[in-house]
Every structure is written in structure tokens, then in C-alpha cells.
């Protein structure tokens, strides 16, 4: 069955440092999605991406992050410059269609510690 | 704006009884709702969606789902749970024209042998 990957599982980084997060969506899927989950609090939509466009963002989406599908397979999440409270589980997501429609499948997510 | 509240943030039930976790939804929008599963270390799965066909949605693993507009209420239940269905559970809406969910905090649910 096929499923969304993520890499890397987890990542440490230094306080003001750049991270990227890679995410393979499932192969015939449009949407894209990233979500986190701070320990112990609730899952939070951050992005949605499609046609090689932001469709939708949240309020925690500032300009410190970014989308970007460089190629056919990759989704990534680019977070400029880390803070203490970037620290949490970042889940990619796609689907075929948009939701309700069709379900969005998550992926395993990239736990980041942010030193 | 959609939100969703999960009433109880561990609820804990013998192996075999029955389950019952709570969600409760605001929408001002026909709302879509989606209950999903979350093992340990693992990425969220989802169990069911509601998405106006029927009230009584069926899920996997033996869940189901009831959309209860008067009571704005989304609650999902399991006649026995088994141990494998120790895990942690989200409740989520999404409304017409949304691309993006919003999820509750979460109910981890304990079975006992």
C-alpha cells in the first residue's frame, strides 16, 4: 500500500539555525499538507500546497517558513531560523483531492529538537 | 471557524468494554468530521470520516461514528475494545471550501487486561 514517507525521522538542530524537512507524498496525490504537534498538544495545521502554490496557511506559518516541491516526489518544509518552540513533530500529509472529498494520509513524522 | 473539543484527555476502559470518546464540534459551515488514530511514534491513521452521506459512519477496527447536529456532537464508540486499541485519538473538522483541519487535543485511551 502505498504511504507517505518522511525524512529525517529526527532531527537536532542549534538555535537560529536552518532545517529543511523532506516528505515524499503518495505518487498520484495533489495535495499537500504540513502539520505539528508540540509534546503533549494538539495536532496543528500549518499548510496547505497545491498546483505549486500555497493554497491555505495558518497564523503559525509566518515568514520564517516555506514549502517547496523541487521536483516530482519531494515536499519540504524549510524553517529559516529555528527557535525553542519550532521543537515539536512535523507531519506531512497529502491527498488526491481536496478534503472532505478524499482523506488525507499522514506521514510518520520528523521529530525536530531545537537546542 | 471550526474547532472541536475532546471531553477527557485519558480515558481508560477494561479489555472488552465498551468504548465511548467524545468530541464535540463548532462550525459555521456544514462541518466535516474525521476521527484518527495515532500509535506510539507513529503517524496519525485515520479511523472514519463524516462527510453528510449518513449520520452513522463506520469505521476501521470496529469504530463508529455518530453525527448528532442537535447536539453538535461526534462521539466514537467500540462495542469491546481490544488491547490493541490503546492509543491516542484525534477528533477533526474541516467545512466546505477548507483545505485544511483542525484538530482537537487528543483523548489517549488505556485498555486493561
Known amino acids: 500500500e502505498p504511504e507517505v514517507t518522511q525524512t529525517p525521522s529526527h532531527q537536532v538542530t542549534q538555535m537560529g539555525q536552518e532545517v529543511i524537512l523532506r516528505c515524499v507524498p503518495i505518487s498520484n496525490h495533489l495535495y499537500f499538507y504540513w502539520y505539528r504537534q508540540i509534546l503533549g498538544q494538539k495536532v496543528e495545521f500549518l499548510v496547505s500546497?497545491?498546483?505549486?502554490?500555497?493554497?491555505?496557511k495558518s497564523e503559525i506559518f509566518d515568514d520564517q517558513f516555506s514549502v517547496e516541491r523541487p521536483d516530482g516526489s519531494n515536499f519540504t518544509l524549510k524553517i529559516r531560523s529555528t527557535k525553542l518552540e519550532d521543537s515539536a513533530m512535523y507531519f506531512c500529509?497529502?491527498?488526491?483531492?481536496?478534503?472532505?472529498?478524499?482523506?488525507?494520509?499522514f506521514g510518520p513524522g520528523t521529530r525536530l529538537t531545537v537546542l | 471557524a471550526q474547532s472541536v473539543t475532546q471531553l477527557g484527555s485519558h480515558v481508560s476502559v477494561s479489555e472488552g468494554a465498551l468504548v465511548l470518546l467524545r468530541c464535540n464540534y463548532s462550525?459555521?459551515?456544514?462541518?466535516?468530521l474525521f476521527w484518527y488514530v495515532q500509535y506510539p511514534n507513529q503517524g496519525l491513521q485515520l479511523l472514519l470520516k463524516y462527510t453528510s452521506a449518513a449520520t452513522l459512519v463506520k469505521g476501521i477496527n470496529g469504530f463508529e461514528a455518530e453525527f448528532k447536529k442537535s447536539e453538535t456532537s461526534f462521539h466514537l464508540t467500540k462495542p469491546s475494545a481490544h488491547m490493541s486499541d490503546a492509543a491516542e485519538y484525534f477528533c477533526a473538522v474541516s467545512g466546505t471550501g477548507n483545505n485544511d483541519m483542525r484538530f482537537g487535543a487528543g483523548t489517549r485511551l488505556t485498555v486493561k487486561p
Open positions: 500546497f497545491y498546483n505549486n502554490e500555497i493554497s491555505e
Open positions: 462550525s459555521s459551515v456544514p462541518p466535516y
Open positions: 500529509a497529502s491527498s488526491r483531492d481536496t478534503i472532505p472529498s478524499d482523506t488525507q494520509y
